[in-house]
């Protein structure tokens, strides 16, 4: 038995669930109100203490095993919910291996100097005589005292090495200070110099709090470069990091949106205000990491960009990735087509709001805080906003035009992963260009692949008739045993979600993704193979095994393990894990309706007034089984099973 199914057998989830949410008895389940988004008419949360798993029939859509809960309650990951659920069932986990626990003292390490880093700049903005004009800076863009300490904001002097010789003076080692980010090596290599110098200083935590690094701006207006970051570090990799989400995760979560801004400002202004759910890459692009970290809180995410930076200029420049600096005179990247693509693996709801020209967040809200909220409120979907851009201005009259903001749009509407709302664009776009929709399909050309020479592979008519004479049984297993067959497949193949999204997308159903599989380990384990697969830095294969939590890898090499009747070939994998996929959903899909239609019975028979949010959900997931359904039944006919 592995340390993850002895955690489980330990573990009550009906004791652990209860903590949070108030659970009322409901036959062999228990239900109560969703923690995970708001709602306070319909107890569509259900705990099933028997299979010790839960599911939120809501807006949520989610479900999951003791693991997943804890994980997407706290926001942790698979490693640190491990390390907290197996100290809680009295479970001790392997020692980490030599190496491992090197590392792991010296990330602790780095981050107990960089809190000592923290103290020290911060007593230099609120005590030392250099201070004074900082904070009358910080005054002046709205920040109060109270502000300055809870976000830890401090001042490095304008000295050549006021933090290292205050630090070594300690006892502290200068391999320990470079090793934190706090240090720069003279060109020379003759010695070190502080990295931050007459800088407003921000300190940098993970989601978890822990310090990570600093950011810092420059107070001289000659000053190059005008924001600078601390260097990559075991804590800090700014393509990985968000700005304030440590104090604004529990708001995005009851809120059930975040808004990411450009800069520090524009978080700490904004939470000051008690808009909490506010944060901001430090001067990257946004990452698809950025968004997976948070879509643990909430899936409506809102893009809050410079009009500058957001507007035609950007769009048709196609801009990829943004400056290095956190400046707002500079364009952030706004790649709409990677953003499409991103919401659709992720299955969220990624929106953009246009500052008021001239404005910045932090000004807004000091201005009007109201007007903040109704900025945020008016956002729109991406592929309305970028409709709205590419429109703005130009004579709708003439057909260059016309042609023009058609072959724009149409390669960014095929983009978008469900095809109602793939339906409903071509139509507004059409209703908006004044045109006849079916002159899209007339005028668009074969579409091809924009990922590359992954998408070889495809379940199309043809690849199915080829192997039309091979009959696959139909598998009747519980979903533990198909979603570990599937999972198997997958790592053998990962390219193979390419195909699998094509022929999901036909169906018009959800791409593949890591909630397809509901119990931890797999999950966990898939979430990290399509990210692999979505980056692009590093080959997938090092990319998987550098990022899978290592007491998962022992669950990889029994997945890999040679299956009995020898490895399948490569087309009848593909259909092998499309079916394998669709029979889980079918089941999920069927279990939701009986569980939904016993919820309904019940609160009817009570005279409870929320059954028909019940009924709401019980209509929209019939409609999911149907496609689910008829997607199976063509595969059958198509291969002959029937």
Request: overall charge negative; glycine content about 6%.
């Amino acid at each position: 038995m592995s340390v993850v199914d002895e955690v489980k057998n330990r573990l009550d989830i009906l004791e652990i669930v209860s903590e949070s949410v108030k659970l009322k008895r409901s036959g062999k389940s228990y239900s109560g109100f969703c923690p995970f988004h708001k709602n306070t008419r319909t107890p569509a949360f259900v705990v099933f203490p028997d299979s010790g798993t839960w599911r939120c029939f809501g807006q949520c859509n989610e479900g999951g095993d003791v693991f997943k809960f804890v994980m997407k309650k706290e926001g942790w990951d698979f490693a640190e919910t491990l390390k907290y659920l197996a100290n809680r069932a009295g479970i001790e986990l392997k020692p980490l291996t030599p190496q491992q626990q090197e590392e792991e003292a010296s990330r602790e390490q780095s981050a107990d100097v960089l809190e000592e880093a923290v103290k020290f700049f911060q007593h230099q903005l609120l005590h030392h005589p250099a201070g004074k004009s900082v904070l009358a800076y910080l005054k002046k863009r709205g920040v109060q005292a109270d502000t300055i300490q809870s976000f830890g904001l401090g001042y490095a002097l304008d000295e050549w090495s006021s933090l290292l010789d205050a630090f070594t003076a300690k006892g502290m080692k200068i391999e320990s200070l470079d090793e934190a980010g706090l240090l720069s090596q003279r060109s020379d290599q003759s010695g070190y110099y502080d990295r931050f110098r007459n800088r407003l200083v921000f300190p940098i935590r993970d989601a978890n709090g822990r310090m990570c690094g600093f950011g810092a701006r420059t107070l001289d207006p000659e000053g190059m470069p005008k924001y600078l970051n601390s260097p990559q570090t075991t804590l800090f990799d700014k393509s990985r990091l968000l700005y304030g989400l440590d104090k604004a995760r529990k708001s995005i979560r009851s809120e059930d949106y975040v808004v990411v801004v450009e800069g520090y400002m524009d978080v700490i202004v904004p939470q000051q205000a008690g808009f909490l759910n506010v944060v901001s890459p430090m001067g990257t692009a946004l990452t698809e990491y950025h968004l997976r970290t948070l879509k643990r809180y909430t899936r409506k995410i809102i893009l809050a960009l410079d009009p500058d930076a957001a507007g035609q200029k950007a769009i048709l420049k196609g801009l990829q990735t943004a400056r290095d600096a956190l400046d707002h005179d500079m364009e952030i990247a706004f790649n709409p087509r990677g953003l499409v693509m991103q919401e659709g693996r992720l299955q969220a709801d990624l929106r953009v709001c246009t500052l008021p020209d001239g404005m910045d967040p932090d000004e807004i809200v000091i201005k009007d805080p109201a007007l903040w909220a109704d900025v945020v409120k008016e956002a729109k979907p991406i592929i309305t906003h970028v409709m709205d851009t590419l429109m703005e201005g130009q004579n709708l009259e003439d057909p260059k035009a016309i042609r023009d903001i058609a072959d724009q749009m149409l390669p960014l509407i095929d983009d978008v992963a469900n095809q109602v709302e793939r339906d409903a664009y071509r139509q507004l776009l059409a209703r908006r260009l004044k045109i006849d929709e079916r002159t899209f399909m007339q005028s668009r050309p074969i579409r091809k692949s924009s990922r590359g020479t992954r998408r070889k592979s495809t379940i199309d008519q043809q690849t199915i008739n080829e192997i039309g004479q091979t009959v696959i049984e139909v598998i009747t297993q519980p979903t533990f045993k198909m979603e570990r067959h599937c999972l198997s497949l997958l790592l053998r193949k990962p390219e193979s979600t390419y195909s699998i999204d094509r022929a999901l997308q036909k169906a018009n159903l959800q791409r593949i993704s890591y909630y397809d599989f509901e119990v931890t380990e797999f999950q966990t384990i898939s979430r990290v193979l399509f990210e692999s697969l979505a980056q692009d830095q590093m080959d997938a294969e090092d990319y998987f095994y550098q990022h899978l939590p290592e007491p998962l890898r022992a669950n990889v090499d029994e997945l890999l393990q040679p299956m009995s009747l020898g490895e399948p070939l490569e087309d009848k994998m593909i259909l092998d894990m499309y079916r394998t996929l669709l029979n889980i959903r079918e089941i999920r899909a069927k279990l939701n309706n009986e569980k939904l239609a016993e919820m309904q019975k019940e609160m009817e028979e009570q005279g409870e007034e929320s059954f028909e949010s019940i009924q709401e959900m019980h209509v929209k997931n019939s409609l999911l089984l149907g496609r689910i359904e008829r997607a199976t039944q063509q595969l059958r006919r198509t291969i002959k099973l029937d």
